[in-house]
Each structure stands twice: as structure tokens, then as C-alpha cells.
């Protein structure tokens, strides 16, 4: 069995890790292979250094919000053949969070923490997410830890920087990676609790699910084979690897993909 980790992110969007450590991590944990799935780029692709023992791909994690139904949604995307195409509908949400960051600094100066944009690090070497502004804070000790109550009374819950950008809808960014010649897969759905759409998605092309994930629980498993089995979708499953810029620790392959789900990934066919 091939073991691959499906879901991952580097230092080309908002994880600590740069392609070359999630390698060496991956290798040290005993993988086949992984996808890198940076959000809502596809730069990565491009930056993977020629290795042995490991099979490496790039893949995308496209940002979408259903408006009408009021939850996120995140689409993995795989074997794009046209990035171009794909890159056309996401990197306006790529500037846009970071004009959103950069509003944000701007209000956190005000209120005394001293943030100096230059110096802080930009996702691809361009884009600022919170957790970079974060991570500067807890180093420069105006704030004790990355996700803690600071963060939840600033950034969440109503607090003074508590504003977001506006995405793609979830078919949107089904498309952006369907018109590419690419493999959509809905990403962890048990967090997002978004399985009304999965059958609408389906119909327009949906390739696979997301099914082993740390924030998918028992119940969610049971509803996402439920799903799969129906609509005759493939099972993924990744680790959703940040490295420090995550909330809950989880390491490079702790959760693996379905044997169809490797299959359909490592062939590019659904």
C-alpha cells in the first residue's frame, strides 16, 4: 500500500515549513508520496526540488464560502494540467487577504503593538496571512501564543480585526479546477459541516472527498463514505500539515489517503 499524505501546506502560503523540510519530514515519517497543497496558489509547483525516495506533487486548496447556506468551503485540487486557468480565479483572493492583512496591522498599530510590515513573513515572498502577524506578535512577545485568547478576542468573536475578505463560491472554485483538467476533491468536511452541497457538487463534476482528517470525526466518516458510495467519489485524507501556524498539532502523514483516492491521484483520472 502506498502510503501519501494528500493535504499539506509550506511557506509558499501559510505553513512554517518550506517545501524541502515537509520533504525531509515526510521522508523521515515513512511516505511514498505527498501532495503540497498551498492555498489558493499554485507557485509551489515550480519550487519542488528533484529528490529520491519520495514522490512529490503540487496540488492547490482553493477558499470558497457558500453565502446562501453561511459556511466555508475548501476545495483541493489535483493533476491540473492548465494552472493558468486556476490561478485566474484565485489570486485575486490571494491579494485581497493580504490588502485585508495589511488593514489589519494598520488597526493593531493604532492600538500600540508596533508591527512593522516589511518585516514580516510573506507567504511566496509576497503575500501577508494573520499568522504571520501573529507569529510576530508571540515573538516579540505582545501576544503569549498563536491561537490562544488573543488571538480569538482580536481576530475572532467581534474583536477589532474581525473582517474578511470576500471568496469564490464553491462552484467557483469547482470549475477553476474542473476547466483546468484537474481532479476536485471537497476538503474536510466534518469541520466545515458542509455535506448539504456534496450532492449538487457531484453532479457538476466532483471527483472525491476528503475522508481522513483530523477535524472528520466517527460521524462525519460514516456521512462521507455514505456520500462517496452514492456519487461514486474517490476518499482522500492528508494530515493538513502548518507546522506552528496551526491550532491543533498534527504531523506530516498522520492521516493518510484512501487506496482510490492514491490511485486516482498518482494516475490523474478519476
Known sequence: MIRMDCHMHSTVSDGSFSIPQLM????????????ITDHDTLSQRNQIPRTDGIRVLAGIEVSAYDYKNGFRVHMLGYSIARPEVTERLVRPTLEARHANSLRQIEILNRHGYDIDADRLHRADGKYIYKQHIMDDLVQRGKAPEMFGTFYQTVFKHGGICDFDIRYPSPLEALRAIKDAGGLAVLAHSGQQQNF???????KQGLDGLELNHHANHAKDHTIIRRYAEEYGLFLTGGSDFHGKYEGVFVDVGDYLAEPDGVRAILEGVS
Not at 24 to 35: S, T
Not at 196 to 202: G, N
Open 24 to 35: 525531509e519530514r515526510a521522508k523521515q515519517n515513512g511516505l511514498d508520496a505527498i501532495v
Open 196 to 202: 448539504c452541497i456534496i450532492p449538487e457538487l457531484a
